[in-house]
Structures are given as C-alpha cells and as structure tokens.
C-alpha cells in the first residue's frame, strides 16, 4: 500500500481545492482570477493615457523620493472634470523611461484630489486594446468573443489581460463561445512547448467544447502520454475528452489515471477534477451512476479519501454506507480528517430525508441515524468534532 501524500501533495490539494471552492462558477480550469484591465477601467474615476518626459532621482539625503513628469496624451474618463490633454502630470517617485514612452493611470477622486494608481506601460496597440473592448454590460458572448482574438497575442500585456477575462468567465458564457473556437489552433498551442502552462487547462476545455472525434484521440493522447512531472492544466484537457468521448473516455480514465497506482498522485487529483467537472457542467453527457461508479474507485486510495467521502456524500450516493464503516475501523484509513469525513457523510445522509417527498422515512436515512449511533458510542470525540462544523 502507497503510503500517505506528501506535504507537497498535500498542499496541492487544499490549494486546488480552495481554488474552486472560491470561483466555482467561473472557468473551472483556469488559474484564480485576477482584476482585469476593463475591471480597472470599469472602476475608475479618472482613466488617463501619459507620455514620459522627465523625472528626477530620489535624494535620501534630502527626504525627497523622486518624482517623475508625464503630459497627458488622451482622457478617457475624468469625474474631477480637472484633466486636459496636453497638461503635464507630476507623480510621486521617479520612475526610469524614456521620453514618449506611453503609460496608462487609472484614478479614484477624494475631495477633488486624484490618488494615481501605479503607471502601466503600454504601446499604441495595447492601449487600443483596452479602450476597444466592449463593455462589461455587453453580452458574454460578444466581449469572449473580442478577447478570444488576443488570447496568444505577442504583447504579454494583452494575452495575459485577454486569458484572465476567460479566467473570470462563467463556464455557460464560456459554453457559448463554442463555435467561435479556433480548433486548430488550440491543438497547435497544446502542442507548443512555449504556451504557458495556466492556459493548458482552459485550450483542453475548448477544445472539447468545440472539437470532434478526432480531437478526442487528440486528447486522450496528450493523458496518456507519460510524466513523472506535475502537468498544470491536465485536469482541464481531461475534461476536455470527456466532453468528447462520454462513456468510453471516462472508462479510458478509470484503467489509466484512477485504479493505475503507478500514475503520479498528481496525474489521479486531475482526473478527479475532470469528475467533478462533469458532475457540476456537464450532467447527463456521462451517466450520473458511472461518474459515481469512477469516483468510488478511489476510496482505494486513503491519501483522497476524505475528498471523494465528501463528493460522494454530494452526489447523494448513498450506497457506499457499509463500506464507510468497515472503513471507519480499518488501519488503513486511520486518519482524523477520513473519519471526520464519514461522520458528515452519515450526517448528510441523515438530513437528506428533507429532500425526499415520499412519506415514508428512505431507507439510506434510517441507516444513517443508526450509524451514528454506532459512531457516537463507539468515537464520541470525532463526532463531536465533525458534527462542530457541519453544515447542511
């Protein structure tokens, strides 16, 4: 029996997982979202484009930190109604450049005084970039639609600005875009060595989104293809294929990343990402009972345990009470966290009589109660602890 995760291991899984607590709505194989350049712009008060044109060192000696010169180029937004182009701009600290070179600051107005973020470089085409976006009162598809055209633009600025719009998108608005998808080029850039590792989960959702039967043998050989190494991004591209292949693909996952104990840990947290995935967003593309059926096989593996009792206990499966008990009580399952699992599992159970309109008691409900009586008697403290922070 493999021993235990690492702390690595460990760590990888509690960030991952508060990650999606977090943005579960949003894209699901995406990096944590971040502000956006039209959130910024969206929420200023005074939004301007400057040019360099001097600046001066800081004097320690002195008590003076340095400032630097701009004039301003073009006013996007003004609500102190004090800005005007052609005006020169000073802001504290001295920040190095060269003469035209172009910034964008962004502003909040207190008392007529504008405070000035820090200055963001730009060239004419990023600038143009920002100020062309549609607006956030646009329709998803049509704003997804505009970013999905720089996503691998060469000036980092825009690509990286262009991924984070897909970072903070709803997977439905994501959904919509589908037939704009460029097929091609996602597999070229899953393929690229140079693509950034962030948006490898995000090109393996779209391209299952917008791919066809070939795509899928596409991704099912990206999964396969062997590493020892922590692949960011290969949850998504999982997902991808499941999207594509349904059934089978799912099956493919099950021999080769789920009861395979050769796979690096890390290869098997992927694929039950891409399970969760389509439990969440895709229902009925794979069958409800074979996603239960996949995640089941991995409460062979006491270093997921606690995770899969509790997704289990989500999907309302509660068919695995038996086996939780035996559980309870074997030494390789001898962890807090795992038997905590199982009391809130009971304790789910117990309170998902409230869902059933039948008026007899379910039968999974009248297990669940007896259960932990047992549990009670034979652990009081580990069910007083779960029952702490257990909330229905």
Same mark, same amino acid.
């Given at each position: 029996? &493999?021993?235990?995760?690492?702390?690595?291991?460990?760590?990888?899984?509690?960030?991952?997982?508060?990650?999606?607590? +977090?943005?579960?709505?949003?894209?699901?194989?995406?990096?944590?979202?971040?502000?956006? /350049?039209?959130?910024? /712009?969206?929420?200023?008060?005074?939004?301007?484009?400057?040019?360099?044109?001097?600046?001066?060192?800081?004097?320690?000696?002195?008590?003076? #930190?340095?400032?630097?010169?701009?004039?301003?180029?073009?006013? #996007? %937004?003004?609500?102190?109604?004090?800005?005007?182009?052609?005006?020169?701009?000073?802001?504290?600290?001295?920040?190095?450049?060269?003469?035209?070179?172009?910034?964008?600051?962004?502003?909040?107005?207190?008392?007529?005084?504008?405070?000035?973020?820090?200055? *963001?470089?730009?060239?004419?085409?990023?600038?143009?970039?920002?100020?062309?976006?549609?607006?956030?009162?646009?329709?998803?598809?049509?704003?997804?639609?505009?970013?999905?055209?720089?996503?691998?633009?060469? =000036?980092?600025?825009?690509?990286?600005?262009?991924?984070?719009?897909?970072? +903070?998108?709803?997977?439905?608005?994501?959904?919509?875009?589908?037939?704009?998808?460029? &097929?091609?080029?996602? &597999?070229?850039?899953?393929? =690229?060595? +140079?693509?950034?590792?962030?948006?490898?989960?995000?090109?393996?959702?779209?391209?299952?989104?917008?791919?066809?039967?070939?795509?899928?043998?596409?991704?099912?050989?990206?999964?396969?293809?062997?590493?020892?190494?922590?692949?960011?991004?290969?949850?998504?591209?999982?997902?991808?294929? *499941? *999207?594509?292949?349904?059934?089978?693909?799912?099956?493919?996952?099950?021999?080769?990343?789920?009861?395979?104990?050769?796979?690096?840990?890390?290869?098997?947290?992927?694929?039950?990402?891409?399970?969760?995935?389509?439990?969440?967003?895709?229902?009925?593309? #794979?069958?409800?009972? =074979?996603? &239960?059926?996949?995640?089941?096989?991995?409460?062979? %593996?006491?270093?997921?345990? =606690?995770?899969?009792?509790?997704?289990?206990?989500?999907?309302?499966?509660?068919?695995?009470?038996?086996?939780?008990?035996?559980?309870?009580?074997?030494?390789?399952?001898?962890?807090?966290?795992?038997?905590?699992?199982?009391?809130?599992?009971?304790?789910?159970?117990?309170?998902?009589?409230?869902?059933?309109?039948?008026?007899?008691?379910?039968?999974?409900?009248?297990?669940?109660?007896?259960?932990?009586?047992? /549990?009670?008697?034979?652990?009081?403290?580990?069910?007083?602890?779960?029952? %702490?922070?257990?909330?229905?």
């Amino acid at each position: 029996m &493999r021993p235990f995760m690492s702390l690595t291991s460990a760590a990888l899984v509690l960030s991952v997982a508060a990650a999606l607590t +977090n943005v579960a709505s949003a894209c699901p194989f995406c990096s944590a979202p971040s502000l956006t /350049l039209s959130e910024q /712009l969206a929420g200023a008060q005074s939004a301007v484009l400057v040019q360099w044109t001097s600046g001066k060192e800081a004097d320690k000696e002195a008590g003076f #930190i340095g400032s630097t010169n701009y004039e301003i180029v073009q006013v #996007i %937004r003004d609500e102190s109604k004090s800005l005007k182009k052609g005006e020169p701009l000073t802001l504290e600290r001295f920040r190095t450049s060269n003469p035209g070179d172009l910034f964008l600051l962004f502003g909040s107005v207190d008392q007529g005084q504008i405070e000035w973020s820090s200055p *963001l470089e730009v060239t004419e085409t990023s600038f143009n970039y920002v100020t062309q976006a549609p607006s956030k009162e646009s329709p998803a598809v049509q704003r997804l639609g505009y970013y999905l055209k720089f996503i691998e633009f060469p =000036d980092s600025l825009v690509s990286n600005d262009a991924y984070a719009e897909f970072a +903070n998108a709803q997977y439905d608005d994501i959904v919509l875009l589908s037939s704009q998808m460029p &097929r091609d080029k996602l &597999r070229t850039w899953l393929n =690229d060595p +140079n693509v950034s590792p962030t948006r490898i989960g995000l090109y393996g959702l779209m391209l299952g989104l917008c791919g066809n039967p070939e795509d899928a043998e596409f991704l099912k050989a990206k999964i396969l293809e062997p590493s020892d190494a922590f692949r960011l991004g290969i949850d998504g591209v999982m997902g991808g294929y *499941l *999207l594509l292949a349904g059934t089978p693909g799912l099956q493919v996952l099950e021999k080769e990343k789920l009861t395979n104990q050769d796979v690096p840990f890390s290869e098997t947290f992927a694929a039950m990402q891409a399970l969760r995935f389509m439990w969440q967003y895709s229902k009925g593309r #794979i069958p409800a009972e =074979d996603l &239960r059926n996949a995640m089941r096989l991995l409460l062979d %593996r006491p270093n997921l345990a =606690d995770l899969v009792i509790v997704d289990l206990a989500r999907w309302d499966d509660w068919s695995i009470m038996d086996r939780l008990m035996t559980m309870y009580d074997d030494d390789a399952y001898q962890v807090p966290s795992i038997k905590r699992a199982i009391v809130r599992f009971m304790l789910i159970a117990e309170k998902s009589e409230a869902k059933d309109v039948s008026p007899q008691t379910p039968e999974h409900v009248k297990k669940a109660k007896t259960n932990l009586a047992l /549990l009670r008697e034979k652990d009081p403290k580990t069910v007083k602890s779960a029952e %702490r922070f257990f909330f229905d």
